[in-house]
């Protein structure tokens, strides 16, 4: 039972880390659909309990929020705990299999750059976030 709580209150802080970032949670298939089929672009971060997620990823994803050129969303799904919107949402990221952590850009409801789990873990977070500018550069101006 005590390890329960403790996993709830990680579970907690990684998302209150993501919203305090500024990024909205989807947690339901529904509100992947409606917020991914929109027209602009969507920074879509996987979010996870490991390591790699709260030392590299979501520092990163922190930093995303005050680069000059940027999507027109910034969300995110957790995987692990909403299971069916992050599900729903590697689905519309054709080409590349389950990655948590990782980030998805997506432009007009297609997958257009992928940084993932493997480009993060073991990378320090400048390295994420050069990757991720260099996506947004090419898409999001």
């Known amino acids: 039972m005590e390890f329960n709580y403790f996993m709830n209150d990680v579970v907690q802080a990684a998302r209150d880390e993501m919203s305090e970032a500024g990024y909205e949670h989807l947690r339901t298939p529904e509100e992947v659909d409606k917020t991914l089929k929109d027209k602009g672009t969507t920074l ?9 997620a709260g030392g590299i990823a979501r520092p990163a994803a922190a ?59 073991g990378h320090e977070p400048i390295e994420v976030v050069q990757k991720l500018e260099e996506a947004f550069d090419s898409y999001c101006s």
């Open 63 to 121: 930093y995303m929020k005050n680069y000059e050129t940027k999507p027109d969303r910034f969300v995110t799904v957790f995987a692990g705990q909403d299971r069916e919107a992050t599900d729903h949402a590697r689905e519309y990221f054709q080409g590349y299999g389950p990655s948590s952590p990782s980030f998805a850009l997506m432009k007009d409801g297609e997958i257009k750059s992928m940084v993932e789990r493997h480009e993060i873990e």
């Open 44 to 52: 879509v971060m996987v979010n996870s309990v490991c390591g790699c």
